[in-house]
Protein backbone atom coordinates (compact mmCIF):
# COMPACT_ATOMS: atom_id res chain seq x y z
CA UNK A 1 0.00 0.00 0.00
CA UNK A 2 1.69 3.47 -0.93
CA UNK A 3 1.41 6.54 0.70
CA UNK A 4 -1.16 8.31 -0.59
CA UNK A 5 -3.54 5.40 -0.30
CA UNK A 6 -3.21 5.05 3.50
CA UNK A 7 -3.54 8.46 3.87
CA UNK A 8 -6.97 8.23 1.90
CA UNK A 9 -7.77 5.20 4.31
CA UNK A 10 -7.12 7.42 7.47
CA UNK A 11 -8.56 10.45 5.78
CA UNK A 12 -12.14 8.27 5.08
CA UNK A 13 -11.57 6.78 8.81
CA UNK A 14 -11.36 10.32 10.39
CA UNK A 15 -14.01 11.94 8.83
CA UNK A 16 -16.39 8.57 9.31
CA UNK A 17 -15.24 8.83 12.86
CA UNK A 18 -16.15 12.53 13.68
CA UNK A 19 -19.20 12.56 11.43
CA UNK A 20 -20.39 9.37 13.72
CA UNK A 21 -19.94 11.50 16.27
CA UNK A 22 -21.53 14.70 15.29
CA UNK A 23 -24.73 12.06 14.47
CA UNK A 24 -24.41 11.25 18.63
CA UNK A 25 -24.69 14.99 19.28
CA UNK A 26 -27.75 15.55 17.13
CA UNK A 27 -29.55 12.36 17.84
CA UNK A 28 -29.55 11.87 21.14
CA UNK A 29 -32.41 13.97 22.22
CA UNK A 30 -35.34 11.20 21.54
CA UNK A 31 -33.55 9.80 24.89
CA UNK A 32 -33.49 12.88 26.68
CA UNK A 33 -36.44 14.61 25.35
CA UNK A 34 -38.85 12.76 28.53
CA UNK A 35 -36.46 13.63 31.45
CA UNK A 36 -36.50 17.46 29.93
CA UNK A 37 -40.36 17.41 29.96
CA UNK A 38 -40.20 15.82 33.38
CA UNK A 39 -37.59 18.16 34.90
CA UNK A 40 -39.40 21.45 33.41
CA UNK A 41 -42.48 20.33 33.41
CA UNK A 42 -43.56 20.69 29.34
CA UNK A 43 -46.30 20.56 27.38
CA UNK A 44 -46.43 18.25 24.82
CA UNK A 45 -46.24 21.11 22.33
CA UNK A 46 -43.62 22.34 24.08
CA UNK A 47 -41.43 19.40 23.57
CA UNK A 48 -42.44 19.43 19.90
CA UNK A 49 -41.05 22.97 19.52
CA UNK A 50 -37.90 21.65 21.21
CA UNK A 51 -37.79 18.93 18.91
CA UNK A 52 -38.42 20.94 15.78
CA UNK A 53 -36.01 23.67 16.60
CA UNK A 54 -32.65 21.85 15.69
CA UNK A 55 -33.83 20.46 12.28
CA UNK A 56 -34.81 24.14 11.94
CA UNK A 57 -31.49 25.10 12.71
CA UNK A 58 -29.78 22.49 10.81
CA UNK A 59 -31.25 23.80 8.01
CA UNK A 60 -30.31 27.20 8.19
CA UNK A 61 -27.01 26.07 8.63
CA UNK A 62 -26.98 23.70 5.51
CA UNK A 63 -27.78 26.90 3.72
CA UNK A 64 -24.86 29.43 5.10
CA UNK A 65 -22.14 27.20 5.92
CA UNK A 66 -22.22 26.00 2.55
CA UNK A 67 -20.71 29.21 1.76
CA UNK A 68 -18.67 29.07 5.01
CA UNK A 69 -16.74 26.08 3.50
CA UNK A 70 -15.91 27.35 0.42
CA UNK A 71 -14.65 30.33 2.18
CA UNK A 72 -12.62 29.01 5.10
CA UNK A 73 -11.93 25.36 3.87
CA UNK A 74 -13.31 22.01 4.82
CA UNK A 75 -11.01 20.61 7.26
CA UNK A 76 -11.43 23.96 9.16
CA UNK A 77 -15.02 23.99 9.03
CA UNK A 78 -15.64 20.02 10.03
CA UNK A 79 -13.33 20.53 13.27
CA UNK A 80 -14.96 23.98 14.00
CA UNK A 81 -18.44 22.34 13.37
CA UNK A 82 -17.28 19.57 15.71
CA UNK A 83 -15.98 21.52 18.94
CA UNK A 84 -18.82 24.13 18.80
CA UNK A 85 -21.51 21.20 18.56
CA UNK A 86 -20.11 19.67 21.75
CA UNK A 87 -20.05 23.00 23.28
CA UNK A 88 -23.80 24.18 22.53
CA UNK A 89 -24.89 20.60 23.62
CA UNK A 90 -23.01 20.86 26.56
CA UNK A 91 -24.79 24.36 26.89
CA UNK A 92 -28.19 22.73 26.66
CA UNK A 93 -27.57 20.16 29.28
CA UNK A 94 -26.32 23.08 31.78
CA UNK A 95 -29.65 24.83 30.58
CA UNK A 96 -31.95 26.43 33.87
CA UNK A 97 -34.92 27.23 31.52
CA UNK A 98 -36.62 26.17 28.92
CA UNK A 99 -36.09 29.35 26.58
CA UNK A 100 -32.11 29.24 27.32
CA UNK A 101 -31.99 25.34 26.15
CA UNK A 102 -34.11 26.37 22.72
CA UNK A 103 -31.24 29.28 21.91
CA UNK A 104 -28.36 26.51 22.41
CA UNK A 105 -30.27 23.44 20.73
CA UNK A 106 -30.57 25.92 17.48
CA UNK A 107 -27.29 26.33 17.51
CA UNK A 108 -26.48 22.81 18.34
CA UNK A 109 -28.66 22.29 14.70
CA UNK A 110 -26.69 24.73 13.39
CA UNK A 111 -23.38 23.90 13.78
CA UNK A 112 -24.21 20.35 13.50
CA UNK A 113 -24.82 21.46 9.77
CA UNK A 114 -21.33 21.90 9.08
CA UNK A 115 -20.40 17.98 9.14
CA UNK A 116 -22.07 17.27 6.32
CA UNK A 117 -21.02 19.68 3.45
CA UNK A 118 -16.98 19.23 5.04
CA UNK A 119 -17.05 15.95 4.88
CA UNK A 120 -18.09 16.60 1.13
CA UNK A 121 -15.92 19.26 0.01
CA UNK A 122 -13.07 17.39 2.02
CA UNK A 123 -14.08 13.84 -0.15
CA UNK A 124 -14.40 15.89 -3.78
CA UNK A 125 -10.78 17.72 -2.67
CA UNK A 126 -8.83 14.55 -1.92
CA UNK A 127 -10.15 11.77 -3.60
CA UNK A 128 -9.94 11.07 -7.91
CA UNK A 129 -13.30 11.07 -8.96
CA UNK A 130 -13.61 7.76 -9.88
CA UNK A 131 -14.05 6.32 -5.75
CA UNK A 132 -15.12 10.48 -3.85
CA UNK A 133 -18.67 8.85 -4.16
CA UNK A 134 -17.53 5.05 -2.64
CA UNK A 135 -16.12 6.65 0.33
CA UNK A 136 -19.59 8.48 1.82
CA UNK A 137 -20.90 4.77 1.06
Not at 62 to 83: C, E, H, P, W
Not at 97 to 107: A, E, F, H, I
Request: charged content about 10%; some cysteine; aromatic content about 16%.
Amino acid sequence: MNKLRRYQLNTVFVTTLTYCLYYFGRYHYGVILPFIQASFSLSNLQIGIFATILTAGYSMGQFVNGFLIDKYGSRLMLTLGAVLSSLANIATGLGFSYNGMLVTWLMVGYTQAMGFGSTCKLYTEWFPVEIEGKCLD
